[in-house]
Each structure stands twice: as C-alpha cells, then as structure tokens.
C-alpha cells in the first residue's frame, strides 16, 4: 500500500461517516395546564382586544418617555445583566468547544534527533552520531462517530448554550419590570409626600383658625390640642415619606447601575404615562414567550441527547490517526526524492467489562431526562400559576379603583361641609378631625391602589413573557 492509497483510505473514512444519534426522538411533552387562562367574576375584562402583551417590546409597552430612558441605562449598566451576557458568550465557547471533535484536528510537526553511539554498540567498533530530521501533517486519535456518541455530545453543549441564552433573557425581563416597578413605587411616594403636605398645609390653617376661636373663647382648649395633634402627625408622615423616597432613589439606581439624572425621576403617580393595555393571549403561547420555560425545555433536549451519547457507549469507539511527511538524517534531504514517510494507525476500542460503569451512566441520563421534563412541566404549570394570579387583579382592580376614587370625592365633600360647620359655630372640631383623617386616609389608599394597578400591568408583562428580544437559535 502506497502513501496515497493510505491517505485515500484514511480521508474516505472520515468523510464517508456521516454520523447518527442513538438519542430518543425528541416529542415535547404535552401541556400540563388547561388549554384557556380561567374565567369568572376575577377576570372581567382580562380577554380585551389587542396585540398579544408578550409580544410588544418594551419599548412600545412602556409609553412614558422618562421610564424608557431610565430601563435604557438599566440595560446598559446593570451587572445581573451583564453577568448573564458574559455567561452567554462562556456558553458559546464551551459549544465551539465540544463542536470541534465533530472534526479532525490536522496538526503539523518538526522534530530533530541526535544521538551518539558509543563503539561498544556501534556495530563498527568506532563511535557514531546519527542524526534524524522529520517533517510532517498529520490527524491526531480522531474519533469515527458510527454511534452518534460525539454528535449527541454537540447536542447537549448546544441545548445548554441555548438554555444560557434563555437565562439572560429571563434576566433582561426581570430588570425591565424591576426598573419599572422601583420607577413606579417612587412616583407614588412622591405623590403621597405631596398629599401630606397638602394636608399639613390645611392642618396649620385649621389650627390657626382654631387658635384664634380660642383665643376669643369660642373653641375649647380640646379644640385647639386636636388642631395641634394633627399637625404634628402630618409632619411625621412627610419625614417618613421624605426617608422613604431616598430609599426608593437609591434602590432605582442600584437596578440602573448608575446615578439616575434628576431629571428622569417622576415627581408623582399622575404624571407617569399610562401603560399600554394589550390582550393576554393563550396558554400554549406562553411556551414560545416565557424564557424560562424555553430554557427548560432546552434542558430537557440537551439531557435527552446526553442519553444517546450514553447508550454509544455500549458500542465500539474507533479513532484514526494519519500523518504524512518526509524524514532524512541530513536537513537538506528533508526535500530530497525518496524521503517521503506516511503513517496509518486506526484503533478499535470494544467495552467489554467495566463493573456496569455503562449501563450506570445510561440510567442516569435516563432519570435525569425524566427530572428535565418535570421540570419542564413545573416551569408551565408555575407560569400559568403567575399569569391567572396577574388577570385576577387586573380583572378587579378597576373597580376597586373606581370605588376608591367615589370614596375620595365623598370624603372630600365631607370634609368640606364639616370645616364649613365648624367654622359657623355649628359642630366641635372632633368632626373636622374625623372628616380630614377620612380624606387622608382615602387619598392614600387611592395613590395605593393606581400603583397596584400599574406595577400589575408591569407584572402581567413580565410574566408573559414581553421585555427581551427573541433569540435565534442557531450559531
């Protein structure tokens, strides 16, 4: 056998496999939750017309200019993000790494020998010194993949870099709807700082109108102690409230991974945007929006492939390794005629005791696929879970709002008609003070329930899946 014929027969071997999986064909598994998202007196509303809410980018969902500016800095500095991005790229590389046996490793060579022979063993009686020049190219142990061993192995490595991606997606939406609820949580402190101001302005008027009656004997010292208790009381809601918006900046720009300009910030509930009202979709769709059900399923895959590679291993591995090159004992007859060398080396490796190490492994990855689809499963049901939860309160809240806001305007007319009788002599201060506390405490609750109302919307939206692009899965 010639050196082309050996290189004929050793490059024929290498590309005439084309290579199988012993794998189990993939099916996903059916769809552990009912086929609709629930109905009832909680979710009047939820089935509104519209765009599907995990399909809008977050760009168009969010409508207030400020808040898109401050997620941008968020996406752009924020260190959980950049984290999972680095994680992607670690991700990547293992494939290319685990991608690279598909193929032969072609390596080139240069090797110099001398050695000296003492005359004892010279074969000529005198000493000798022989030297060895050696070039060449040459494939390196490369595995024939008849079983699909590597190529099951690539699989894995794939789904798992493909899993990494849906985890720094999971990661993007999470950031966008924490910017957003932080971004939210403040404009409401800020708004519930301007209302007990308000109504520490309207206290200090009472209580100077108070005095004044006291002084000329018509409000009792009672009176005049209720107007001063609260006073004092607003004036510690606006300390707690003033501690709590730098709390809330400060939690803003810890999401943002950077100092939020000033004028960024929102000065109240009212003067955020409305968000965008979208229709919730379908169940099965969120199985093409959630990453982490994606990333679950890309699990799932990756440990369905790994079964194949561990069924491979009942069967025979073989590698080849090839060289070709020219060898002299002179330098200058490295490219002399007649210098050629080649080299053929195939080696079979047949398992044939290795205590059950084999059929061990095959277990394993066969548990593991059926923890993988569990997995899978749970990550649905939990969506749904989340998604049915996030409709039920978008279902009532608009009511509760509307009850809430009749109430502050009763509360208000209140307040109105009993200042007004207090002023005329008619009625004691402790109705003023019963009526103010009232229309505090409604005002409040109203600022409560319009933040519950948006950070739900933020909820329903990141649930569903909306706030990252899609991936394309491919390399």
């Not at 991608?99 to 022979?117: E, G, K, T």
């Not at 700082?193 to 008027?205: M, P, S, V, Y």
């Not at 209140?414 to 008619?426: I, P, T």
Request: proline share 4%; hydrophobic share 45%; glycine share 8%.
């Amino acid at each position: 056998m010639n050196r082309r014929v050996a290189l004929s027969l050793a490059m024929g071997a290498v590309l005439a496999v084309t290579g199988c999986t012993m794998a189990p064909k993939y099916t996903r598994p059916a769809l552990p939750t009912p086929s609709a998202f629930p109905t009832g007196a909680a979710y009047q509303g939820t089935a509104a017309q519209g765009p599907a809410l995990g399909d809008i980018a977050w760009q168009e969902f969010f409508v207030d200019q400020n808040l898109r500016k401050v997620i941008e800095l968020a996406l752009k500095n924020n260190r959980d993000l950049r984290v999972a991005t680095l994680n992607i790229e670690r991700s990547q590389a293992l494939y290319r790494v685990q991608r690279a046996a598909l193929f032969p490793a072609v390596n080139a060579n240069a090797s110099y020998a001398a050695q000296r022979l003492p005359r004892t063993i010279s074969g000529n009686g005198k000493p000798a010194v022989t030297h060895a020049y050696n070039l060449g190219v040459g494939v390196s142990s490369y595995e024939v993949d008849l079983f699909g061993r590597v190529r099951s192995l690539n699989e894995q490595a794939l789904q798992q870099y493909f899993a990494t991606e849906q985890a720094q997606r999971a990661v993007q939406i999470s950031l966008v709807a924490e910017v957003a609820n932080n971004y939210l949580i403040l404009a409401a402190d800020r708004e519930r700082l301007k209302i007990a101001q308000d109504t520490l302005a309207a206290q200090e008027a009472s209580y100077e109108l108070t005095k004044s009656r006291f002084n000329m004997g018509v409000a009792t010292a009672l009176d005049l102690s209720r107007a001063a208790t609260t006073v004092e009381s607003a004036r510690v809601d606006i300390g707690q409230y003033t501690e709590q918006i730098a709390a809330d900046i400060n939690a803003l720009e810890l999401v943002a991974g950077s100092p939020v300009p000033t004028e960024l910030l929102p000065n109240g509930l009212t003067a955020v945007t409305a968000l965008k009202e979208v229709a919730p979709g379908l169940p099965s769709e969120l199985l093409a929006r959630r990453p982490d059900v994606l990333q679950a399923e890309n699990l799932l895959r990756g440990a369905n492939a790994n079964i194949g590679a561990a069924r491979a291993a009942f069967f025979p591995r073989i590698t080849l390794t090839t060289a070709i090159g020219t060898s002299s004992n002179e330098l200058v007859g490295l490219f002399s005629g007649g210098s050629g060398a080649w080299s053929f080396l195939p080696q079979i490796s047949v398992p044939i005791f290795n205590g059950g190490q084999n059929r061990a492994n095959l277990k394993v990855a066969e548990v593991d696929t059926s923890i993988a689809v569990a997995e899978y499963e749970k990550a649905i049901q939990v969506a749904f879970r989340e998604v049915a939860d996030a409709l039920a309160r978008y279902g009532t809240v608009g009511g509760r709002l509307t009850s809430q806001q009749a109430l502050v305007d009763s509360s208000a007319e209140s307040y109105r008609l009993s200042s007004a009788r207090f002023s005329g002599g008619v009625d004691n201060y402790l109705s003023v003070l019963d009526a103010q506390r009232s229309l505090y405490t409604a005002q409040q609750g109203l600022v409560t329930l319009r933040l519950s109302k948006l950070a739900n919307m933020v909820n329903l939206y990141k649930v569903l899946g909306g706030g990252a692009e899609p991936v394309k899965e491919g390399m």
